[in-house]
């Protein structure tokens, strides 16, 4: 990191340090200061969240996704909010307001003989809490699969905010190989999938028709779940209120190696489709998640699958 980078991180840090300090009660109030500068104002990526939202819900009347499209720029500042309170914010809190609801799921897999388990999750919510509050399970070490971020600033940042209590990043083209590692040494972890992401286009080898359209998605967690035997948990996510979820775990496979291929990623994609339909406004909806279509895939590798709704 360079001298300029250093700065900005330094001055970035200092900034959110003393945002961290307020309560949620007056962050939320700087939330619906940004909701104004960012919908109204800056409209960022609205052209994409309105393309998202009418290509996923066409039986929508135009009011029902305007209405749609306000409550998600809601959420979306209340996760900028959220995610700056993570710089002070408690253990206790976080775990209070992210509160899980069956952490015996993941005590139980342990509990089998498996060290090591894969945790799937969507951007729902807010998943910085989400991955926040995990050391919950003891003697379990946290690991996040990440993407380094352009800035160089920004992306210690957010690996500062990920990490204070406790968890560790691994980036994504190092995956494979810590992972290795992992199962080898037999250190009790659990590693989290952010696996609603938009393949590359030379991975674009599972389509499966999700929130009504053809859609590409990463291959990478159930091909690791398959090759290392890695039991698989997904995550439900519920919001409460305002600043508070309720997660629910439900176990994908035990032994993914009995798994037909596909079968586990189509199931996540299942799983993650009936989340977002229980409260789409939470989903991010920013995201550019159908940039790619089935013909833009490479032709010898390319798959599509139909998602079983019973495994």
């Known amino acids: 990191m360079n001298i300029w980078n250093k700065f900005l991180y330094a001055l970035l840090f200092v900034w959110v340090k003393v945002h961290a300090l307020f309560p949620l009660r007056v962050l939320y109030v700087l939330s619906d200061i940004l909701y104004f500068l960012i919908y109204k104002v800056v409209g960022y990526r609205r052209d994409v969240v309105r393309h998202n939202l009418k290509a996923s819900f066409p039986h929508k009347s135009k009011a029902e996704r305007l209405d ?6 809601h959420h979306f500042c209340d996760y900028v909010v959220e995610t700056l309170k993570m710089a002070h914010i408690s253990q206790r809190e976080l775990n209070q307001r992210a509160f899980i609801e069956n952490p015996e799921v993941i005590d139980h897999l342990m509990d089998q003989g498996h060290d090591c388990l894969l945790l799937l999750m969507g951007h729902c919510g807010n998943w910085e809490w989400y991955a926040g509050s995990t050391p919950y399970f003891h003697d379990a070490t946290i690991y996040q699969i990440y993407r380094p971020l352009k800035n160089q600033a920004v992306d210690r940042l957010f690996i500062y905010l990920r990490t204070r209590f406790g968890s560790k990043g691994i980036k994504k083209n190092d995956t494979l190989r810590d992972l290795v590692r992992i199962r080898r040494s037999r250190e009790r972890s659990v590693v989290i999938f952010l696996a609603d992401q ?63 291929e596909g079968d586990i990623t189509a199931r996540y994609a299942y799983l993650l489709e009936g989340l977002i339909l229980q409260a789409p406004e939470q989903w991010l909806w920013t995201h550019k998640r159908w940039k790619y279509r089935p013909e833009d895939a490479p032709s010898k590798e390319a798959s599509r699958t139909d998602k079983n709704l019973n495994t």
Request: avoid cysteine.
């Open 68 to 73: 749609l499209e306000r409550r998600f720029y």
């Open 198 to 260: 938009t393949p590359s286009r030379a991975n674009l080898h599972f389509w499966t028709h999700f929130l009504n359209q053809e859609t590409a998605f990463l291959t990478g967690p159930e091909r690791i779940a398959r090759k290392l035997d890695l039991p698989v948990v997904f995550l439900h996510v519920r919001p409460v209120k305002r600043g508070r979820y309720t997660l629910h775990f439900e176990l994908v496979t035990e032994n993914p190696r009995n798994t037909h």
